[in-house]
């Protein structure tokens, strides 16, 4: 427990330093306008990170979310064109997390019923699920029914909603991992498949179940993006924006979860976000190249990795 603490405590300390950088370093960080866009960029990165850390503790890996995000974004956004009313939009959100939901199980199937890798599994569903988007749209397009701007833009008093409903799911994830049997089979399915096999634990069902809570906040982060952006882009989750797949990697490594599942958890990833949330801005704010950001990105996950590799089993959290 301790330990747990101890590196909680150490990465929001660096967090802080980080914070303490961009005011000192860089005036245009200190703006609340510039604070209200780390807060905004850091709800999107949350609420998919949230999810890939259910797939990381699993064992696994989701690189498809990026995809799914899109794919969400543009369904969406092509749907409210032209079906605007509260039950319409209604029925349209249930559809977007239904479908999600099954690219979750796509996902689980291929991951233990076909025996592939999740790195490969992941990045060939999310291949896939990008072909079907560029067959629909090709181009940014499509609108929001009035009101949806709210999941993005709206205010309870002086805290934005989105900043809410990430704490929110946070909660509930956190509730989920350490207070039920759900969350101990997770952790003990990553921690060891076949232990956890042996001790009974359904670990396809807990795979699959992993999975597609990956894929439902994929799905609420593409929601949100469309509320955020008035319209759809087939890139939204991928290379014309945020690497989403990249990101939520790298936040939930950083927040302490072990690649290889089994030790971790959402409070840590939080902390992760928020990390990789002031690096974005704090890069773009100085006007570093995007590609040397990516490379950035990649160095943390492999050095974020090799650390944890380099532990003995029960040292990482």
């Known amino acids: 427990m301790w330990e747990e603490d101890r590196e909680l405590l150490t990465i929001y300390a660096i967090l802080g330093v980080l914070i303490l950088i961009g005011m000192i370093a860089l005036p245009a960080f200190r703006s609340p306008r510039n604070l209200f866009n780390v807060l905004r960029q850091a709800v999107a990165l949350g609420l998919v990170s949230v999810g890939q850390t259910f797939a990381v503790l699993v064992g696994g890996i989701d ?28 029925l349209i959100v249930v559809a977007m997390i239904a479908i999600a939901i099954m690219i979750g199980l796509a996902n689980a ?7 592939v890798a999740p790195f490969i599994a992941t990045m060939g569903v999310g291949a896939i699920i990008q072909g079907f988007i560029l067959l629909y749209a090709k181009r940014p397009g499509g609108a929001i029914a009035p009101g949806w701007d709210f999941f993005a833009e709206g205010m309870l ?3 934005p909603f989105p ?18 049997a759900a969350g101990r089979h997770i952790a003990a399915t990553g921690g060891s498949e076949v232990i956890a096999r042996l001790s009974g634990i359904q670990t396809r069902r807990v795979t699959a179940y992993a999975f597609m809570i990956s894929a439902f906040a994929a799905a609420l982060t593409g929601l949100y993006l469309t509320s955020r952006m008035g319209a759809g882009d087939p890139l939204m989750g991928g290379l014309n924006y945020d690497r989403y797949d990249l990101d939520s990697v790298t936040a939930v490594l950083l927040g302490g979860t072990r690649l290889g599942g089994g030790k ?6 939080l902390a992760g976000v928020l990390l990789v949330s ?3 801005n704090l890069f773009n704010l100085a006007g570093i190249n995007p590609y040397i950001q990516w490379i950035v990105k990649g160095v943390i996950v492999v050095g974020a990795v090799a650390i944890y590799a380099s532990r003995k089993p029960g040292e990482a959290r």
Do not use: E, W
């Open 278 to 280: 002031l690096l974005n």
């Open 264 to 269: 971790g958890g959402v409070v840590g990833t």
């Open 63 to 90: 690189l498809s979310v990026g995809s799914t995000i899109s794919l969400i974004g543009v369904y969406t956004t092509g749907l409210m064109a032209h079906y605007t009313s509260l039950g319409a939009v209604a």
């Open 163 to 180: 900043v809410i409903f990430l704490l929110l799911l946070v909660g509930l994830a956190y509730f989920i991992l350490r207070k039920t």
């Open 157 to 159: 008093g002086p805290v």
């Open 109 to 115: 199937f291929v991951i233990t019923r076909l025996r």
